[in-house]
């Protein structure tokens, strides 16, 4: 078989096995393109210098994916709009969002409550960098470069995380062992292993979010 016609079957094969395991569309859509693309692109002459680059342009945005199954994706209005009726409920409330992105939970957060704190910890390069630029101006809102395992959770009322199912674990027991009694800490969409959540949120948006929020 020519390269071409093998890396359409390959293709193939990945799309089926993406059927058959029940993946979603885009998934599918990935799978079936993955090798004619890369045979596409070899055939344009580019130095292999320029996917080092972009390999590690993307990395400053997704290191999480490789060093913790962590990748960037946003917080967005409506899941902001139910975390602030949580913050409504106490009068300056420190809050935390483990993992912070781009600022897309403090941000508003912060130009909301006045008299409230927002701590927002981060450790991939750019969006690191684009937080801080975009929450300079706010004196109520840290930013902070770091690794949240690190971050030290008993000094905050409200800990915030939208992370994935594979950071649960630690970050749960984590919670238990650092947090004051009678604060709260909310998983967006990822449900604390072994424990019932003491109330589940559920976002009116098009991605169907679900704050699962535990009181310690
Ligand atoms: C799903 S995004 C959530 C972003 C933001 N909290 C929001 O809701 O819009 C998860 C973020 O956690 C960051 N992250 C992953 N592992 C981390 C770690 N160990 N320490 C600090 N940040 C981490 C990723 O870089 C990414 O920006």
Partial sequence: MTFPATAFAIGTVALLLAMLTKQKWWWRIIH???????????????????YLFAALMTLTVYR??????VPLFLS??????????????????RFLDL??????VVRPLAR???????????????????????TRGLKNCAWRW?????????????????????AMPALWKKAC??????????????????????EIIEVDDARNTVLYCYRI
Avoid at 64 to 69: D, E, L, Q, V
Avoid at 99 to 104: D, F, K, L
């Fill in 76 to 93: 967005n209005r409506k899941t902001v709009n139910a975390l602030s009726i949580l913050i409504e409920e106490r009068q300056g409330t």
């Fill in 112 to 134: 909301r409550f006045r008299s409230a704190h927002f701590s927002g910890i981060e450790n991939a390069p750019a969006t690191w960098l684009l937080g801080y630029v975009m």
């Fill in 64 to 69: 999480g994916a490789i060093t913790g199954r």
């Fill in 177 to 198: 062992r650092e947090m004051r009694s009678g604060t709260v800490f909310v998983s967006n969409s990822f449900p604390a292993p072994g424990t019932e959540a003491t």
């Fill in 32 to 50: 079936f393109f993955f090798v004619p693309l890369a045979w596409w692109f070899t055939s344009w002459g580019i130095d292999p210098v320029w």
């Fill in 99 to 104: 993992g912070a992105g781009i600022g897309s």
């Fill in 146 to 166: 770091g690794n949240l395992r690190n971050a030290h959770l008993g000094e905050y009322d409200i800990v915030y995380a939208f992370l994935s199912p594979a």
